[in-house]
C-alpha cells in the first residue's frame, strides 16, 4: 500500500524568498511520485513527477523535486518565490506500476507575503 | 480537444436524497479516478477504473457509494441516502496508463 504525508497543512514565505514543501511517502514497492498544484479557482496540474530516471526532477514555473529514497522523501523547492506561486500543492505516490492507483496528501497551502 | 467534464458544477440536494455525479472524460483515456475534496482534508480517494480490470473501490466510504464506468467512457459517481458529511467536492480524473491526470473542474456538492 502507498500513502503521503505532507508536513506543514500551511507554508508562508516572502516573496523571493526559497520554497521547501515537504513530502514524505510510504510505499511497499518502489513509487511513482508527483506534485500538483491547484491555483485558486481553477483545477489540479502536475508540476513535476519521478519515475526513477533521475532523482532531481524539474517541473514547471522553476520547481524542483528530489527523491531521497534513504529519507523516503521527495520535497518540492524552488528558489525563489514569486506572487503568482500562491496556491495549494499536493504530493501524490503510486505504485511502481501504471496501473496503480494515485494516492494524494492532504496538501499545502503556500502564501507568499509582498 | 476537451478536457475531462463534469455536470452538474453545483448539487444542493436533502438529506436522505439520491444523487448522480457524472464524469465524461478525455476520450481514448483508460484510467478514471474519483475523488472527494474537503476543506483541509485534501484529495480523498474513492474509486479507480483501469481499462477492462475490475475498478479499485477500495476508497469508497461506505456502501451508500457506488459507481460504474459505461463502455470504457463516461463514468457516474452515485451517493445514496445523502448526509450532511458528504459535502464536498467531487472531482474525476483520468489519464492514459502511466501519464498524468487530467482533472475536471469538479461538482460542488451540499447536503442540506
Known amino acids: 500500500a502507498q500513502s503521503v504525508t505532507q508536513l506543514g497543512s500551511h507554508v508562508s514565505v516572502s516573496e523571493g524568498a526559497l520554497v521547501l514543501l515537504r513530502c514524505n511517502y510510504s510505499s511497499s514497492v518502489p513509487p511513482y511520485l508527483f506534485w500538483y498544484v491547484q491555483y485558486p479557482n481553477q483545477g489540479l496540474q502536475l508540476l513535476l513527477k519521478y519515475t526513477s530516471a533521475a532523482t532531481l526532477v524539474k517541473g514547471i514555473n522553476g520547481f524542483e523535486a528530489e527523491f531521497k529514497k534513504s529519507e523516503t522523501s521527495f520535497h518540492l523547492t524552488k528558489p525563489s518565490a514569486h506572487m503568482s506561486d500562491a496556491a495549494e500543492y499536493f504530493c501524490a505516490v503510486s505504485g511502481y506500476s501504471s496501473a496503480s492507483k494515485i494516492i494524494f496528501g492532504s496538501g499545502t497551502r503556500l502564501s507568499i507575503r509582498p | 480537444g476537451a478536457g475531462v467534464s463534469q455536470s452538474p458544477s453545483n448539487k444542493v440536494t436533502e438529506k436522505g436524497k439520491d444523487v448522480e455525479l457524472r464524469c465524461d472524460p478525455i476520450?481514448?483515456?483508460?484510467?478514471l479516478y474519483w475523488y472527494r475534496q474537503s476543506l483541509g482534508q485534501g484529495l480523498e480517494f474513492l474509486i479507480y477504473?483501469?481499462?477492462?480490470?475490475?475498478?479499485?473501490k477500495s476508497g469508497l466510504p461506505s456502501d451508500r457509494f457506488s459507481a460504474e464506468r459505461t463502455g470504457g467512457s463516461v463514468s457516474t459517481l452515485t451517493i445514496q441516502r445523502t448526509q450532511q458529511e458528504d459535502s464536498a467536492v467531487y472531482l474525476c480524473?483520468?489519464?492514459?496508463?502511466?501519464?498524468?491526470?487530467?482533472f475536471g473542474n469538479g461538482t460542488r456538492l451540499t447536503v442540506t
Open positions: 476520450s481514448g483515456h483508460t484510467a
Open positions: 480524473a483520468s489519464s492514459l496508463l502511466g501519464s498524468p491526470l487530467h
Open positions: 477504473f483501469q481499462g477492462n480490470s475490475a475498478p479499485d
